[in-house]
């Protein structure tokens, strides 16, 4: 394996500078003990991490956008004084409570696991990765944590401005976790600016902010951000269209369907803008993952056709089945129709990232993506016509549409992610080499637990965030309860409370009988 | 070793903040999950959970920033711990999963409330039992070939590690009940007093027993405690740990608020002293020190800036989350 690891060096010699000092570091400093005779446990390793990141990442791909929502909906109520913006804001505090906590406990999850099962990675990058990572929790972190409390439960003790703050304050704490981790992970796909040290460490040579600025996490961070917005709007776009569907004069629910699509309708085209120019910048940097997205296992001297559908065989390594469409790869990728495109015949097999996750993932991405090109256009036409509320038609597709951008976030991580290996560090480090030296039966107990766990925990979780969303929006709308005994604020406004003192409307019937009866 | 104050000692000392800083902060919010189950159903219960609730998540951030930062300026003790401690850290992180959306969970879906206070005792229990055993199986020393963990999956598992998992339960629960003494009142805090009491007497027993077991776990341990003239620095750890312990009960025993709450903590500064005192200046005992696991300096320089530049703000508006909920907590409805 490190043999080969030299000797693939030389096919990438003409783009990357630090081949010339390329030596396979784990060989030299005797982490052999991890490879091989430990396959199930690498395995293992890796199953577990893409479960747990995949969890996750669903949690903040949704309170990034819902954070900045809030801070939208709390800042027009300031600004306006206008009830309804209130009870939206409340209304989606609820929900952004239960998904923000599920997004903490599974985070913290993440901030280990590199220790547990990816140790000699941890070991190496550390000196580079770790600042960026300390930087996360000092900047983000708590920033988030410390203002969370006083913008769920702070409202009547310190005043609107000041709450308003403690809401942006966790809206850019969310944007600045997202700066430093896609750092870190661009870093990963694009590692710049380090030397090998004495003890096989990746030491920082060139400036923090090279380090920081590498070549992929512009595009990365632009491209994951307005991901991540967008899979907000298309949540909250499904949601009011649910209650549109069932009242169409619902104040409330039109109010966030129309805010999520214009979201949709002016983000979705620069996201694929973005998309475009993040692929372009894959392409300069790791060409091989490009090469898996597009199903290019040959090179096209004269063109490259671009692949609709197909099957990926890596063992063959052709394309089966394929549809494609002449010379429109080369078009997109290379603005002509003749450009030369290299494909994965010039890749050594040992340097190849398993094409069929790859390709597969990809097109499911930029299909969800002008999906939501086509809702943000359809919502713009039905403006025009000012029929915005009145097209069942309109709202169940947005509707179907609500939790499409979890599906396009995981398929972009995944296209991503699988398109860098065999490597952790592109090119550096393999997936192979930075594995923690666990036996089989330690990770797959552990993976076997977070399984279970994650599935019920989070299950739940997000059984109870459909229920929120089930209830229609209303006047004089709750925040997040914290008694069964207190005070009954709101009596007066909406006769429910009053009947039934201290009963909260969000939460699931006690049993059936008042599932019955309906309080 | 020379105590010479170079950049390696000083991310040491920021490190061992940090986990200081999580353990009294979450330390309290454990031990609230841990005496969970001898508090009333209904307002007692939630009182109790309410305190905490605008704050946890907060304090949970200190460990984050424990990991984060071990592995930014200690990298390689990072690389060995968490493998040598490995169903501990996954006990503990699906512990704390659990912990944490109880906060939630159990507001949200009141047919199964009694299924989320287990699992917010649960976890918080199990929680704090893990990271307890966690500092044993460090300080009782890990098994290490070249830059890797060498040792078997069950080496953490041992009589020493049940005693300073135990010790950190009873610990946990000191600071939550004397935190219920100050947040609460009537009958509650009544409750909280008495159950302040039983943990102390825990918390006093089993310090006593891992400080004695530690001096048998390995000889330069007991030559740090045991002779002249380290004794003279490591002396007045247990001699002030004697005088707190006293204080606290004291304060408990009479009508008081925040004082036995701010003796716990006194309390446990001084166990990390003592901690400090026998671990000097290594990191992954028995062989890896400071130095050699320590980040290059340039990573150092770099942290450390941020570090100096933004943990002042963090104490700042973490202080002022903690004024804006001061007082007694009240029974509140909605926010």
């Known amino acids: 394996m490190n043999d080969e690891a030299v000797s693939t060096c030389g096919s990438c010699k003409q783009r990357h500078a630090w081949c010339e000092t390329y030596i396979p570091i784990t060989a030299r400093f005797g982490y052999s003990r991890v490879m091989f005779d430990q396959a199930d446990a690498l395995l293992l390793a890796r199953i577990q991490f893409a479960f747990t990141v995949s969890f996750h990442f669903i949690f903040p791909a949704f309170s990034i956008g819902l954070a900045s929502y809030l801070a939208v909906l709390e800042g027009l109520w300031l600004k306006t004084g206008k009830p309804l913006y209130k009870d939206l804001f409340k209304y989606w505090l609820k929900i952004f409570a239960i998904a923000f906590a599920m997004g903490v406990v599974s985070g913290i999850v993440m901030s280990y696991q590199f220790g547990t099962n990816w140790s000699v990675f941890s070991d190496i990058t550390g000196p580079i990765l770790g600042p960026l990572m300390a930087y996360e929790v000092l900047t983000a972190f708590f920033l988030e944590a410390g203002f969370l409390?006083?913008?769920?439960?702070?409202?009547?003790?310190?005043?609107?401005?000041?709450?308003?703050?403690?809401?942006?304050?966790?809206?850019?704490?969310?944007?600045?976790?997202?700066?430093?981790?896609?750092?870190?992970?661009?870093?990963?796909?694009?590692?710049?600016?380090?030397?090998?040290?004495q003890t096989g460490q990746l030491l920082p040579e060139a400036s923090w902010l090279e380090i920081i600025f590498n070549p992929s996490f512009p595009y990365r961070l632009v491209h994951t951000v307005i991901a991540a917005y967008l899979t907000t709007a298309f949540v909250v776009g499904g949601v009011g269209a649910w209650h549109l569907l069932k009242d169409r004069t619902n104040s409330h629910a039109r109010k966030m369907f129309s805010m999520a699509m214009w979201m949709a309708a002016i983000v979705a085209p620069i996201q694929i803008f973005a998309g475009d120019m993040h692929g372009l910048n894959t392409m300069e940097h790791q060409p091989q993952k490009v090469m898996a997205m597009e199903g290019h296992y040959q090179s096209h001297p004269y063109g490259a056709p671009l692949y609709l559908f197909g099957i990926p065989n890596d063992e063959e390594q052709r394309l089966d089945y394929a549809i494609g469409i002449p010379k429109l790869s080369s078009l997109i990728l290379k603005h002509e129709l003749d450009a030369p495109l290299a494909g994965l015949d010039t890749i050594p097999d040992a340097d190849q990232p398993p094409v069929l996750p790859v390709f597969f993932a990809f097109r499911i991405m930029v299909g969800i993506g002008f999906a939501m090109l086509g809702i943000g256009a359809w919502s713009l036409f039905a403006r025009y016509r000012k029929r915005l509320y009145d097209w069942p038609w309109l709202h169940r597709a947005a509707l179907v549409m609500g939790p499409s951008g979890f599906v396009a976030v995981i398929a972009g991580w995944i296209t991503t992610e699988v398109g860098r290996q065999p490597f952790t560090v592109y090119g550096v480090l393999r997936t192979a080499q930075s594995a923690s030296p666990l036996d089989a039966p330690a990770v797959a107990a552990s993976l076997i637990a977070f399984v279970l766990i994650y599935f019920a925990v989070f299950g739940a979780g997000t059984w109870y965030i459909v229920r929120l969303m089930s209830h229609s929006p209303h006047l004089g709308e709750k925040g997040v309860k914290r008694s069964e005994t207190g005070p009954v604020r709101t009596a007066g406004i909406t006769p429910g409370p009053t009947q039934n003192p201290g009963h909260d409307p969000d939460a699931l019937p006690h049993d059936r009988k008042e599932a019955v009866d309906g309080v | 070793m020379a105590y010479n104050l170079d950049l390696t000692t000083v991310w040491a000392f920021i490190i061992a903040f940090a986990v200081f800083a999580y353990v009294v902060m979450d330390g309290f919010d454990l031990g609230i999950g841990i005496l969970f189950p001898t508090f009333a159903v209904g307002p007692e219960r939630d009182r109790a959970m309410n305190s905490i609730a605008p704050v946890w998540d907060g304090n949970e951030t200190w460990l984050v920033l424990g990991g984060g930062g071990l592995f930014a300026a200690f990298p390689l003790a990072y690389a060995l711990i968490l493998p040598a401690t490995y169903p501990l850290i996954i006990a503990m992180l699906l512990g704390l999963v659990f912990r944490g959306v109880a906060f939630e969970f159990r507001w949200r879906d009141p047919a199964h409330r009694r299924l989320w206070d287990a699992a917010f005792t649960g976890g918080s229990f199990v929680a704090a039992m893990a990271q307890g055993m966690t500092l044993g199986a460090l300080l009782q020393g890990v098994t290490v070939a070249g830059r890797a963990y060498a040792g078997s999956w069950f080496d953490w598992f041992t009589p020493y590690t049940l005693l300073?998992?135990?010790?950190?339960?009873?610990?946990?629960?000191?600071?939550?009940?004397?935190?219920?003494?100050?947040?609460?009142?009537?009958?509650?805090?009544?409750?909280?007093?008495?159950?302040?009491?039983?943990?102390?007497?825990?918390?006093?027993?089993?310090?006593?027993?891992?400080?004695?077991?530690?001096?048998?776990?390995?000889?330069?341990?007991?030559?740090?405690?045991?002779?002249?003239?380290?004794?003279?620095?490591?002396?007045?750890?247990?001699?002030?740990?004697?005088?707190?312990?006293?204080?606290?009960?004291?304060?408990?025993?009479?009508?008081?608020h925040s004082k036995p709450f701010w003796l716990s903590i006194a309390l446990f500064f001084l166990g990390m002293a003592g901690l400090g005192v026998t671990m000097w200046p290594y990191i992954v005992p028995p062989g890896i020190t400071i130095w050699d696991a320590a980040a290059p300096e340039k990573s150092q320089i770099f942290m450390l800036v941020g570090t100096a530049i933004i943990m002042p703000i963090i104490l700042g508006y973490t202080a002022w989350a903690y004024w804006v909920f001061r007082g007694k907590t009240e029974y509140e409805g909605y926010h």
Not at chain 1, 164 to 182: E, N, P, R
Not at chain 2, 208 to 223: D, M, P, R
Not at chain 2, 227 to 244: D, F, K, M, N, Q
Request: net charge positive; charged share 10%; no cysteine.
């Open chain 1, 149 to 197: 409390g006083v913008m769920l439960f702070g409202m009547n003790r310190v005043g609107k401005g000041l709450h308003f703050f403690a809401t942006i304050m966790v809206a850019v704490g969310t944007f600045i976790s997202a700066f430093w981790i896609l750092s870190v992970n661009s870093w990963m796909h694009t590692p710049v600016g380090w030397s090998v040290g």
């Open chain 2, 164 to 256: 300073t998992g135990l010790g950190t339960v009873a610990g946990y629960a000191l600071l939550g009940a004397t935190w219920l003494v100050w947040k609460l009142d009537g009958e509650s805090q009544h409750h909280a007093r008495q159950l302040g009491k039983r943990a102390a007497w825990a918390t006093f027993v089993l310090m006593g027993g891992v400080s004695l077991y530690n001096i048998t776990l390995n000889a330069e341990y007991a030559e740090r405690w045991l002779s002249a003239p380290e004794i003279y620095y490591a002396a007045p750890v247990p001699i002030l740990t004697g005088l707190v312990a006293l204080a606290l009960l004291r304060a408990l025993s009479v009508a008081r």
